[in-house]
């Protein structure tokens, strides 16, 4: 009787994992409808990451340029949080212009706590945020530096990978076609950061390999940062 009971506990929880589902939110703004403040890879950042994206989920949603205002990112981001589940993951994307606090949308900022704010009301177990901009680091301040759990809410799942620290800028290379952050993003997600060979990339392998990447391409520029609790180090951000 106990080994059946086993074997039936081993298939509910087999069959809850392989039901868990992935939802991606990618955008990115290279036209601002300014020429002296247009951007040239933006766009192309989300492009490439919704592809790598791809090999995992079917449930991504791309927005770009004009599409990226305020109330569309946020409108488009709580309806994935509402559509999420426990046992579900939440991956949003953004490359673009940044400023202490804010990513910069098309027609306005957009708050790190506004990002933080609406994340949080969703049952998902796991939500990743990946910020290419200038300031990224600045979103520290946002979820309370080294007091993490109060600035969200009490929750221990949300996870943020941001290009630069809070003072130094994003920079994008037209001879990669991309920013350096999300080249050696999107080369750790295809499986360079799975440093155990196990085919399952965690949330600090890839923080390593890009981090690492990062310093060297920017010749010690630009530095990468990991805005997590320990907790989530382990956490299998992708596979491949």
């Known amino acids: 009787m106990k080994r059946l009971f086993f074997i039936l506990l081993i298939v509910a929880l087999t069959a809850t994992i392989s039901n868990a589902r992935t939802f991606v939110l990618a955008t990115g703004v290279s036209n ?7 951007l040239h890879q933006t766009t192309k950042d989300a492009k490439r990451f919704k592809e790598v994206m791809e090999t995992q989920t079917k449930d991504i949603t791309l ?6 205002t305020r109330a569309n990112v946020l409108e488009k981001l709580r309806a994935i949080c509402n559509r999420a589940q426990k046992g ?4 949003f994307f953004y490359s673009g212009h940044g400023m202490p606090g804010a990513i910069c949308g098309y ?14 009301t969703s049952e998902a177990s796991c939500k990743i945020c990946y910020i290419d901009a200038c300031h990224a680091g600045s979103m520290s301040k946002s979820v309370g530096d080294n007091n993490w759990m109060k600035s969200v809410k ?14 130094e800028y994003s920079v994008e290379s037209s001879f990669l076609g991309a920013g350096y952050f999300t080249q050696a ?5 295809r499986g360079k950061s799975d440093k155990d060979l196990n085919r399952k990339i965690t949330v600090m392998e890839l923080f390593k390999y890009i981090y690492s990447d990062v310093v060297k391409r920017s010749k010690g520029d630009q530095h990468p940062q990991l805005i997590a609790p320990k907790s989530t180090h382990d956490i299998v951000v992708a596979n491949w």
């Open 63 to 68: 927005l770009t340029s004009k599409n990226v």
């Open 88 to 91: 579900d993951k939440i991956v």
């Open 154 to 167: 009490g929750k221990n799942d949300q996870v943020f990978f941001v290009s630069c620290r809070a003072d």
């Open 185 to 189: 993003l999107l080369k750790g997600l």
């Open 107 to 120: 027609d306005s900022p957009i708050s790190y706590t506004d990002l933080l704010d609406v994340l949080s």
């Open 32 to 38: 601002y409808g300014k020429e002296d403040v247009n």
